[in-house]
């Protein structure tokens, strides 16, 4: 299926928890001078415009980035807030990073980035917003890409996987993915975000990936839904080889957001 675009969600809590732990992960590893590779399986467009009809529509960025911002949720110096500040900088003030782009702004140019995106018209827009930063851009499934392309070079790195869960069976064949690429690619930080939603649909899903992989690091927070009827009412990161200094940002993170209501 190829209906979902993320403009309509960009910058929501969600993301935030999201973008939150990936920056503080590429910070860790960027302080190392070693190079390291960026693989993400479904990347978007890289950039948002909050200004954009499709995001004033739902309000989400409102409760989302600019609720934590105007909180004081992220420091200056912390790679969640450069990596906004950069975006902003080369975008327009109303700009917010996907992941692609939030990678690309702590990134260096010792470091590869391959990104996947299906959608015709998001792969059009993602190759245009990160061709200033270099990268190998596929438009393929991303799961498929993460299967050809494991091990990288370097092997030092990072997979996010992202997708939409429009695809019900996703949630049965992520972990048999991640059990895959965890065999090809055993030193790679595999991580993996979902949507916490009403009906519980992530448990089997997490529950397979606990058994699997009882040494990974799974980070979950709650928020009010961002609209009556809105069946998301939380988010989740399985984390493979989990950096250090993540979990202590997965416990500030659980604070923060505890303090939310509706």
């Known amino acids: ?3 979902y675009q993320h403009g309509y969600h960009a910058g929501n809590l969600a993301d935030v928890h999201k973008h939150a732990l ?8 960027t302080a190392k001078d070693k190079p390291l590779s960026y693989i993400e399986t479904h990347a978007g467009r890289g950039v948002y415009a909050l200004d954009s009809d499709a995001a004033q ?8 980035i600019s609720r934590a911002e105007t909180l004081g949720w992220f420091a200056a110096d912390h790679p969640y807030a450069r990596a906004l500040a950069a975006t902003r900088a080369e975008h327009g003030p109303a700009a917010y990073p996907g992941s692609p782009m939030l990678a690309a702004q702590l990134l260096r140019r010792i470091d590869n980035i391959h990104l996947a995106e299906l959608h015709p018209q ?38 996010l996987i992202d997708p939409s869960y429009e695809v019900k069976s996703d949630y049965e064949l992520i972990p048999k993915v ?22 519980a649909a992530h448990l089997p899903m997490t529950a397979a990936l606990r058994r699997t ?3 990974a690091l799974i980070h979950e927070v709650r928020f009010p839904p961002a609209r009556d009827g809105h069946g998301m009412i939380g988010s989740g990161m399985f984390v493979l080889n989990p950096p250090w200094g993540l979990d202590g940002e997965a416990r500030r993170l659980s604070r923060l957001f505890a303090t939310l209501t509706v």
């Open 57 to 64: 529509k739902t309000g989400e960025a409102a409760q989302g």
């Open 22 to 29: 990936l920056a503080t992960m590429l910070g860790y590893l």
């Open 213 to 215: 992989h009882p040494e």
């Open 178 to 199: 991640i059990a895959q690429v965890a065999r090809k690619w055993n030193v790679g930080v595999i991580a993996l975000w979902y949507p916490i939603l009403a009906n």
């Open 1 to 3: 299926m190829l209906s």
């Open 122 to 159: 998001e792969f059009t827009a993602l190759r245009e917003a990160m061709a200033p930063h270099g990268g190998i851009f596929r438009q393929i499934d991303g799961l498929e890409m993460a299967l050809a392309i494991t091990p990288p070079t370097p092997r030092r790195g990072v997979m």
